[in-house]
């Protein structure tokens, strides 16, 4: 094992550098991972730009700490574990691993109700110090992760995806999506396109994709899409009402993190319709929630993380049946961090950017 390894480390807001790090030393219970692929998430982007100052409160805490390494969809090969922690999660070395990227406290009033995904510390890897991130040549999964296995026989990007893929199966899953309903998503980046799999995979009547590139609608036809609606160019109220006798969307998937799509979602939606929101947004949304109660009576959902969906998500990724190679378009080294964040700021150049340590 070598001493020292390759990471990005976090020195503020724009000010990530890669550097020479030692290679961190398992405890009790724990495993030491050579990373493999680490995904590149727009939350990513967001606490790079110092995400705090997004919500118009400089006092807000930021995301990333300083001295952290940044990354938390990542896949790697485990390398070092002790017994205790090859019992527990039921791997050996040499296994091919992700990790959910919260690490609970079990302790508290969320962990102790079933509910860890909302564990009240909310220690997440990349973004603490406690918990350094995958943007590296090794790291630490503690004694209180979530692990799985996933097969050798797919590309590390595309097992890196689970972590995106399990946060849209959750969505869906808030939607409690029925048979006869119709399905709109917006936005088809990763999230989205993961919501339109997992929505598909409900057999509703129809599942609307919405975005503004053609490239990416096309994808999403290969991800389940029924219908497309190029948002730039085309009414998506107009083929809503035509595929519902005018009544509207029985859910609506919110995936772009922008202002416009929640105003559009709550248009778009019948009455006692459902909305979810995954989104991180950049900026406040304000929207007349007379349109939630008075008008409609709409179910609004929110939803956080993955949890439960890992397993499904990895099963999904290695059955083949998604166009994962349409959908990791980057896979760049890691001392090209800054050109990986910079593609996913483009938006529109990428799908998923990984980076490979």
């Given at each position: 094992?070598?001493?020292?390894?390759?990471?990005?480390?976090?020195?503020?807001?724009?000010?990530?550098?890669?550097?020479?790090?030692?290679?961190?030393?398992?405890?009790?219970?724990?495993?030491?991972?050579?990373?493999?692929?680490?995904?590149?998430?727009?939350?990513?982007?967001?606490?790079?730009?110092?995400?705090?100052?997004?919500?118009?409160?400089?006092?807000?805490?930021?995301?990333?700490?300083?001295?952290?390494?940044?990354?938390?969809?990542?896949?790697?090969?485990?390398v070092?574990?002790?017994?205790?922690?090859?019992?527990?999660?039921?791997?050996?070395?040499?296994?091919?691993?992700?990790?959910?990227?919260?690490?609970?406290?079990?302790?508290?009033?969320?962990?102790?109700?079933?509910?860890?995904?909302?564990c009240?510390?909310?220690?997440?890897?990349?973004?603490?110090?406690?918990?350094?991130?995958?943007?590296?040549?090794?790291?630490?999964?503690?004694?209180?992760?979530?692990?799985?296995?996933?097969?050798?026989?797919?590309?590390?990007?595309?097992?890196?995806?689970?972590?995106?893929?399990?946060?849209?199966?959750?969505?869906?899953?808030?939607?409690?999506?029925?048979?006869?309903d119709?399905?709109?998503?917006?936005g088809?980046?990763?999230?989205?396109?993961?919501?339109?799999?997992?929505?598909?995979?409900k057999?509703?009547a129809?599942?609307?994709?919405?975005?503004?590139?053609?490239?990416?609608?096309?994808?999403?036809?290969?991800?389940?899409?029924?219908?497309?609606?190029?948002?730039?160019?085309?009414?998506?109220?107009?083929?809503?009402?035509?595929?519902?006798?005018?009544?509207?969307?029985?859910?609506?998937?919110?995936?772009?993190?922008?202002?416009?799509?929640v105003?559009?979602?709550?248009?778009?939606?019948?009455?006692?319709?459902?909305?979810?929101?995954?989104?991180?947004?950049?900026?406040?949304?304000?929207?007349?929630?007379?349109?939630?109660?008075?008008?409609?009576?709409?179910?609004?959902?929110g939803?956080?993380?993955?949890?439960?969906?890992?397993?499904?998500?990895?099963?999904?990724?290695?059955?083949?049946?998604?166009?994962?190679?349409?959908?990791?378009?980057?896979?760049?080294?890691?001392?090209?961090?800054?050109?990986?964040?910079?593609?996913?700021?483009?938006?529109?150049?990428?799908?998923?950017?990984?980076?490979?340590?």
């Amino acid at each position: 094992m070598p001493k020292m390894m390759r990471a990005v480390v976090v020195h503020g807001p724009e000010k990530y550098v890669l550097e020479e790090i030692p290679v961190p030393t398992p405890g009790p219970g724990e495993a030491l991972v050579k990373v493999e692929a680490v995904g590149i998430c727009a939350s990513d982007l967001k606490a790079y730009h110092g995400a705090a100052k997004f919500w118009g409160d400089e006092n807000r805490p930021a995301w990333t700490e300083t001295e952290v390494v940044p990354g938390h969809e990542f896949v790697g090969t485990i390398v070092e574990l002790d017994d205790e922690a090859a019992a527990r999660w039921k791997v050996s070395v040499g296994d091919r691993v992700v990790s959910e990227q919260i690490v609970p406290c079990w302790q508290c009033r969320y962990c102790l109700r079933g509910q860890y995904w909302m564990c009240a510390p909310h220690v997440m890897y990349g973004f603490k110090r406690k918990t350094p991130g995958g943007m590296a040549e090794y790291m630490i999964f503690p004694a209180e992760a979530l692990v799985y296995k996933v097969s050798k026989d797919i590309p590390p990007a595309h097992a890196a995806f689970a972590e995106p893929l399990s946060c849209s199966l959750h969505a869906v899953e808030r939607a409690n999506i029925h048979l006869e309903d119709v399905v709109v998503v917006a936005g088809c980046g990763p999230i989205g396109l993961g919501m339109i799999a997992g929505a598909a995979a409900k057999s509703p009547a129809a599942v609307i994709a919405l975005d503004m590139s053609d490239a990416k609608l096309e994808l999403a036809k290969e991800c389940g899409a029924t219908h497309t609606v190029n948002i730039g160019r085309e009414d998506a109220d107009e083929l809503v009402r035509s595929l519902t006798d005018g009544y509207g969307a029985d859910v609506y998937l919110e995936g772009t993190g922008h202002p416009s799509a929640v105003l559009q979602g709550l248009r778009l939606l019948r009455k006692l319709g459902t909305f979810v929101e995954y989104s991180v947004f950049k900026d406040p949304v304000s929207v007349d929630w007379s349109i939630i109660s008075d008008d409609k009576e709409l179910d609004v959902l929110g939803a956080h993380l993955g949890p439960h969906c890992w397993p499904a998500a990895i099963r999904m990724i290695e059955s083949g049946k998604l166009p994962m190679d349409k959908i990791c378009t980057h896979q760049l080294p890691l001392e090209n961090f800054q050109d990986g964040l910079d593609l996913v700021a483009a938006g529109d150049k990428s799908v998923k950017v990984s980076l490979i340590p």
